[in-house]
C-alpha cells in the first residue's frame, strides 16, 4: 500500500511531515497483511533486530535484545504536556508543550536518515467497536512494528473505519540514539498526541499500550464518562453454569497475569472455570443498563518472563509456546530460550541479556550471582494463545462487570480479602492502596509505596481531578460494581507465606462471586465485610485455624501505624484531594480507634 492510496488527507499530511523531519528514506504502510509481515521479519532478521528461534520448538518465535540501558519505563523522562502545569498534577512529570515539541524535534531531526519509517494503523479495541479508539504509531524500529502487530488490531482495516476524516491519537516513535540523555517519552492530550524518543523498551515504545490505553484514554474517559484502568479483566464460571466477570488492578510483581489466567485446583477443576478477557489494561463504560462493562483494549500480553513456569502459570507457559517474541532472556546456540525459576534446563552454552556468554551459578568478581534473563525481561504473545482465553474478547461492548479487586503485597497489615462497604469506601481503598517493596527493586527493601489504583505513572491528567472522577463515576452508575481488597502475601511470625496463592486464589474469587451474588453474609469490620469462616472452602488446604485467624486479623496497632503512613501520603496530594476521601480516611480511623 502507498502513501498516496491514503484516503486520510490529514494522516497522510501529518506521516509526510514526519517522515521528512526525520529524513526517513522510505515510508512503509503496514497493512497487516500475512505476506507483508513475513518480508518485514525478513527485513528485521538481515539487520539482526531479531534473531530467529528453533522453528521446531518455537513456531514463528523470535528473540530480541534491547540495549542494555534501554530496559524498563523510564518515568523520570515520562512527561504529561499540558498547557497548565496544574493539569498534570502533584504526581506527573509536566513540560509545557511547546518546549517538549522543540526538544523532542531536536532529538527526532534526521534520526531516520537512510532508514525505513513503519506507519502502523492500529486499533485499541476490537475494530470498528463503538468503544475502541485508533491510533497511528510511526516508528523506525521493525521490533515494534512486529510486536504491535502481536499487541494490537492493526492494519489496513483499521484504516477503512478510520475513513476520511476519522479522530486518532497520532504516535511518533523513533529509536534515534537509544541515549537516556536523548530520551522523552511525552503525552499532548489535548493535541491527542504522543511523541516518544530514544527508547526502544515496549512500554515506552508500543506507544498503545501504557501512553495511549491509559494516559491518553485516562483523559479521554474522563471527558467522555468511562475509565481507562491498569486492570485484568477475568471471569468466573461456576457450578450453576454462570459466568461473573469482575477487573483487578495490582501493582508490579503482585501476580496480575498469573491471576488473569488462573487454573483452578483439581477438585474445582469440573465446576470452576476461569476465562481471561486481558491481564493488563481495562477500559470500563456505564452501559445503558445501569451496570459496568469492560473491553481489554489490547490483543497481546507483555508478560514479565522470570517467574513464568509451568507451576506458576501453565496458561502463560502455553501462550507463549508459538507466535512470540522473546525480549532480554537467556539464549543458546540451539535457539532455545532460558530464564530464572523456568522449569526447563538451563543451558550450558548461554547467552545472556546484554548478549555474553553465560552459565548458571556464574558470580561476578564480588560473588555475587549473574542472572541469565534481565529481572524486566519479556515475552510478547497474542492472547489468541491463550488456552483460558474468553470468547468476548473481540465483543465490541465486552463484558458486564460485577467486582472490582484491588490489591497489594503487604506481608503485614491487610487481611486475605475484604469488601468496602459502599462505592465511595472503595475509592478510598484503592487510592490508599500499597505494596512493600520487594528484593526483586534495588532500593528502599520493606519501605510502603502507595499506588493509587496501580496508576500512579499512567494517570494522565491531575490525579485529585482523576479520584474525582471515580468517585462521581460510581455513583452515576445504577448497577456499581462491589469493590474488593486482596493480599495473596501475608506472611506469619515464622517469615512464611499464610496463603499459598496461585491456583488456591480461586478460592477467594468463589467468596467474591457468592457475594456479588448475594448468596452469603458477611462479618461486618473495622476495615470492610470480610468472610465467615464457614463460606470460604478451604477443603484440602493445609491452613490451621491458627494461621487463618492471622490472615484475617485486623490489629489494631498496626493500622493505627498505617494510617498515619496514608495521612502522609494523602498530604502529599495537596488541596484538591477530593474531600470525600479525606472524610473516609478520618471515618476508618474513627473504627479503629475504637476497636
Ligand atoms: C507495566 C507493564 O509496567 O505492564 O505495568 O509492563
Ligand atoms: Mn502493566
Redesign the pocket.
Known sequence: MKLEELNHRELERWIREMAALCAASEIIIVDGSEEQRKKLIERALQNEELIKLDQDKYPNCYYHRSSPTDVARTEHLTFICTPNEDQAGPTNNWMSPKIAYEKARAIFEDSMRGRAMYVIPFSMGPIGSPRSKIGVELTDSLYVVLSMLIMTRAGKEVLDVLGIDGEFTRCMHGLAERDPKKRLILHFPQDNTIWSVGSGYG?NALLG??CLA?RIASHQARQENWLAE?MLIMGIGDPDGNTTFITGAFP?ACG?TNLAMLIPPEQFKKKWSIWTMG???GWLFPETNGWLWAINPENGM?GVAPGTNHQSNPNAMKTIESDTIFTNVVLNSDGHVWWEELDDEPPTDGVNWQGLPWYLGMKDAKGNIINGAHPNSRFTAPIKNCPSKSQRTDWPNGVQISAILFGGRRNTLAPLVYEARDWEHGVYIATTMSSEVTAAQERGQGEVRYDPM?MLP?IGYNINDYLSHWLRFGKRLKHPPRIFHVNWFRKGENGQYLWPGYGDNLRVLQWIVKRVHGQVAAIETPIGFMPRPEDLDLAGLNIGEKELNLLFRVDKDEWMIELELREKFLEKLGMTLPVSIYKQHLLLKERIEKM
Open positions: 512500554g499500550k501504557k491509559l491498569h508490579s496480575k491481564d493488563d489494561i507483555f496501580a499512567f
